[in-house]
């Protein structure tokens, strides 16, 4: 059955096919070439994750933007820590700029809140966020999510840059954990 993957130690099934994603992601694309036509933002990808769908939105944005990547790091195995660790921090100069954070996912809000933090520190003029997907039920902070291609339930993802220990970030479906593992 092509419907499962095992990655690891751990079997996972198919939870949305690539063609959705694709028709989501180009929902966020056109809201977003709508609310900054007049703008030069940069699009602040968080690596390694986003990295999938910051390609995929990318080709479907017509605005005028740059982008800069930041590498942060609260997840271990199927759990998110509590430290968030900055891997890689900003490179470029956001004093006054609008950014528009990327992400492939928001789980308790703790790797956003960290963001909202180090781009407050740095000046940024605007500040908000789209992602790919967003656990409502794991989320734990109270900042809005401006763009976001689905909302799913609160149970470990993999696929489209989602990884399970580094794997499965290639896969073009999104894939869950099979329950009873
Ligand atoms: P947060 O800080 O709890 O919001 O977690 C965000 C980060 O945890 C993401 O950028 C992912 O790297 C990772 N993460 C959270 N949930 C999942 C999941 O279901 N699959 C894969 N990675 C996840
Ligand atoms: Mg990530």
């Known amino acids: 059955m092509m419907d499962s993957v095992t990655i690891l130690d751990k079997t996972f099934v198919k939870f949305i096919p690539s063609a959705e994603i694709d028709a989501a992601i180009q929902k966020v694309a056109d809201q977003i070439n709508k609310d900054y036509k007049d703008d030069d933002p940069i699009l602040l990808v968080t690596l390694n994750g986003a990295i999938v769908f910051a390609v995929d939105l990318l080709k479907k944005l017509t605005i005028k933007c740059k982008i800069s990547c930041v590498k942060l790091s609260s997840y271990s195995g199927t759990s998110s820590t509590n430290v968030v660790k900055n891997l890689i921090?900003?490179?470029?100069?956001?004093?006054?700029?609008?950014?528009?954070?990327?992400?492939?996912?928001?789980?308790?809000g703790r790797t956003y809140q960290h963001l909202v933090n180090m781009l407050t520190e740095a000046g940024v003029k605007d500040l908000r966020i789209a992602t790919m997907t967003y656990k409502p039920e794991a989320y734990k902070l109270g900042l809005p999510i401006h763009y976001c291609a689905f909302t799913i339930p609160n149970k470990f993802v993999v696929g489209r840059g989602l990884d399970y220990d580094g794997y499965g970030r290639n896969l073009p479906d999104i894939y869950q954990l099979k329950i009873d593992d």
Not at 102 to 107: G, K, N, P, S, T
């Open 89 to 108: 921090g900003l490179t470029d100069d956001l004093h006054g700029k609008r950014v528009l954070v990327l992400e492939d996912i928001v789980d308790t």
